[in-house]
């Protein structure tokens, strides 16, 4: 099975302790004890990211007035077509709605505290479910109705804040790199005649699939005064500027897909691993010193699982494996005859002896975390082909899974990157995969652009600003 095939399958993710796709109904999974530890790890992560930067946590409730989601609806978009809308029992209750996104929510809290005399700017996040009625092409953890985990950043602003913006951008980077999921860093590009646009700019950090596409992690909206003029959130008169960051189940998914390289035998970073070491005893006798041993690893901080049910020994091992535990320890034999195996897998492990034990095991998982972070680096940037001009349908089988070229800012050159229809457009990368970064690589591993400006593959202006163009995960705007 594929990786992205298996991305999509119901029945792989529940095999893989992940989540049940089919409780309560179509669109709305429930985690599993082992899906949810994996993911309440990936979450944490950005929890520790956006405090350590000054933001405060709050616990806001999934429910949102109605009347603050059609006053947005009439002045900066509308998402009343993909709502669910609660009614009070005694018919007196205001109708709410089940939130889709922060930002009306938000404003409301905001303009309170200038009403109490808090000075902004402010900086908040919040980590909850949300509903959106998507009335086709369910799909777990990619497109439900009710998802969680929906984390989101928002930032308030008297002046311009591009700190702000590279910190939404490029923390979460560095964040994904830790967890050993690989990321671009683009802006999305707009039309010249979009009209009335939900935001001033987008950026995203997206991920280049092992099956050759690609799918969206994090976005990060510049909102301008939009929200502020509509629901008043104003300091000593002047509307506040708004920045939201956010990401969903999406980015859990895609990490599951960058995990399963082996649909039998996921391997997850050792940083969000629910099982950072699998003991697995050869014999049913041996599992009470696996246990022990299991017991003073857990004390050292090390996430160790024992796998010690009634099944023979490679069934044992195969129940190991499908919970992604990056190192394994084999507990062969019983007694003073018991000898201890260290490695990748079971039946690849060297002999360790018990002292210092623990200092092994955590060195072992760095090493195989940095490693694998370096695999999957190297991996993704082969994905990417420098090409000098828009791609044919000729050229897509020698296109992996994107294609960088120069594109200058030109309204006729941007629209037509736009209107073309061979690749989907990922969006202006920025960082190592921008036009010219050192260390950028093309599909056969050849340096990227050697130049600081190349001629735009539309009318051969020299720029230094490029595009990416892919295929972006089962029809991902």
Not at 244 to 266: C, I, Q, T, W, Y
Not at 318 to 342: C, I, K, N, S, Y
Request: net charge negative.
């Amino acid at each position: 099975m594929t990786a992205e095939r298996w991305a999509g399958d119901a029945a792989a993710l529940q095999r893989s302790h992940i989540i049940n796709a089919k409780y309560p109904v179509s669109g709305a999974s429930g985690w599993l004890p082992h899906g949810y530890e994996l993911c309440s790890h990936v979450v944490e992560t950005f929890r520790r990211l956006f405090a350590e930067a000054g933001y405060e946590e709050l616990g806001l409730p999934s429910a949102v007035p109605l009347e603050a989601l059609e006053r947005q609806a009439g002045s900066i978009k509308s998402f009343l077509d993909r709502i669910y809308v609660l009614h009070g029992a005694d018919g007196d209750t205001a109708p709410h709605a089940l939130a889709s996104t922060i930002e009306a929510q938000i404003c409301t809290v905001m303009a309170q505290w200038l009403d109490e005399g808090r000075t902004p700017p402010f900086r908040v996040t919040s980590v909850r479910t949300v509903g959106r009625h998507e009335g086709h092409g369910m799909r777990p953890l990619w497109m439900e109705r009710f998802v969680w985990p929906f984390f989101e950043a928002q930032a308030a602003f008297v002046d311009e804040a591009d700190s702000d913006v590279d910190f939404m951008l490029h923390g979460p980077g560095r964040v994904c790199s830790a967890i050993g999921l690989p990321t671009v860093a683009v802006e999305r590009l707009q039309a010249p005649d979009y009209g009335r646009a939900y935001a001033d700019r987008r950026h995203e950090l997206v991920t280049l699939l092992p099956e050759g596409t690609s799918t969206t992690l994090t976005s990060v909206y510049e909102l301008g005064t939009r929200f502020s003029d509509t629901f008043g959130v104003r300091s000593e008169g002047t509307a506040l500027s708004m920045l939201n960051f956010g990401f969903s189940a999406r980015l859990v998914l895609a990490l599951l897909v960058h995990s399963h390289a082996e649909a039998d035998k996921p391997v997850y970073h050792p940083s969000v691993a629910p099982v950072q070491l699998a003991v697995v005893p050869s014999l049913r006798e041996g599992a009470e010193r696996a246990h022990a041993l299991a017991e003073e690893l857990r004390a050292r901080g090390v996430r160790a699982t024992v796998f010690d049910d009634r099944r023979g020994h490679a069934a044992r091992v195969a129940g190991a494996r499908t919970h992604g535990a990056p190192l394994f320890l084999t507990v062969r034999g019983e007694g003073a005859d018991t000898v201890l195996l260290l490695g990748e897998d079971a039946d690849t492990g060297k002999p360790v002896v018990e002292d210092g034990l623990a200092a092994r095991v955590e060195a072992e998982l760095a090493a195989l975390g940095a490693e694998l972070l370096r695999t999957r680096e190297r991996d993704h940037r082969a994905r990417v082909r420098d090409l000098a001009g828009f791609p044919t349908r000729a050229d897509l089988d020698g296109i992996p899974a994107a294609a960088r070229l120069p594109l200058c800012t030109a309204d006729a050159c941007v629209s037509y990157a736009l209107e073309q229809d061979v690749l989907d457009v990922i969006g202006r990368p920025r960082g190592a995969y921008a036009l010219g970064a050192d260390g950028a690589e093309g599909a056969d591993g050849a340096a990227g652009a050697a130049a600081a400006t190349r001629p735009c593959a539309h009318c051969g202006t020299p720029t230094g600003s490029a595009v990416l163009l892919g295929r972006k995960f089962r029809g991902e705007k």
